[in-house]
């Protein structure tokens, strides 16, 4: 299973994006998956930003983001997307969605083995 990842751009200080994952391949789907979304700024380490159940479609968000992201699931087209608001100049980052083929998020941290070749955010001021 390949991870794709879309929707990046550029955005302005305030302003919102909406990214978009889906797996690719033969048969591939994220309907099984739980799936994480993080970001990794140049010469920063990666940051978890937000995970979705497969089973119950509980969400879990870093504090950082909490109430400005939102990540959601649409089985119908077998996508996750990340709804991106009130962006600030540090949310500039690539950003990546990611599973670790487990049905529920990790609850003690992000957890993921597998991830896409990931999508720019710049966020001008």
């Known amino acids: 299973v390949q991870l794709v990842e879309s929707g990046g751009g550029v955005a302005q200080a305030g302003g919102s994006l909406r990214l978009a994952c889906v797996a690719s391949?033969?048969?591939?789907?994220?309907?099984?998956?739980?799936v994480t979304w993080f970001r990794q700024a140049p010469g920063k380490e990666a940051e978890g930003l937000a995970c979705?159940?497969?089973?119950?479609?509980?969400?879990f968000y870093a504090d950082s983001v909490m109430g400005r992201f939102t990540i959601s699931s649409d089985t119908a087209v077998n996508k996750v997307f990340l709804q991106l608001e009130s962006l600030n100049i540090y949310a500039t980052a690539m950003y990546y969605c990611?599973?670790?083929?487990?049905?529920?998020?990790?609850?003690?941290?992000?957890?993921?083995?597998?991830w896409g070749q990931g999508t720019q955010v710049t966020v001008n001021s």
């Open positions: 979705i159940d497969r089973e119950g479609g509980a969400t």
């Open positions: 990611a599973t670790d083929f487990g049905r529920k998020c990790d609850r003690a941290g992000w957890n993921y083995d597998t």
């Open positions: 391949g033969p048969g591939a789907s994220l309907d099984f998956y739980a």
